[in-house]
């Protein structure tokens, strides 16, 4: 059975860093592409980053490339998001998802991340 868990959201003020983390099981993160998400107050869900470790491709959102950064550990069955230089508009539950091609199948629940100015 495929699961995803994303964990590691908290209250940061604007400039810090949190690391998000999404621990798989049911397959390795070689096996799909596993992405990270965000839906903040009444906004609808966003790509934020994603990653397919068999073909080492990452990719980032124009809001978010430059501070976050998306890595994959096959030991640990566990995909991180680095954000650094955080900002108020980062605000937002983050979540992780799998699936072909970073085409999200399978979700995981949220984490959320608040930023404050």
């Known amino acids: 059975e495929v699961q995803l868990q994303a964990s590691g959201g908290g209250l940061v003020q604007a400039g810090k860093s949190l690391r998000l983390a999404c621990s798989v099981s049911?397959?390795?993160?070689?096996?799909?592409?596993i992405g990270w998400f965000r839906q903040a107050p009444g906004k609808e869900r966003e790509g934020v980053s994603c990653i397919i470790g068999s073909d080492g491709y990452t990719h980032y959102s124009d809001p978010v490339k430059g501070r976050f950064t998306i890595s994959s550990d096959n030991a640990k069955n566990t995909v991180y998001l680095q954000m650094n230089r955080l900002k108020p508009e980062d605000t937002a539950v983050y979540y992780c998802?799998?699936?072909?091609?970073?085409?999200?199948?399978?979700w995981g629940q949220g984490t959320e991340v608040t930023v404050s100015s």
């Open positions: 049911g397959f390795t993160p070689d096996d799909y592409g």
């Open positions: 998802a799998a699936g072909p091609q970073c085409v999200p199948e399978y």
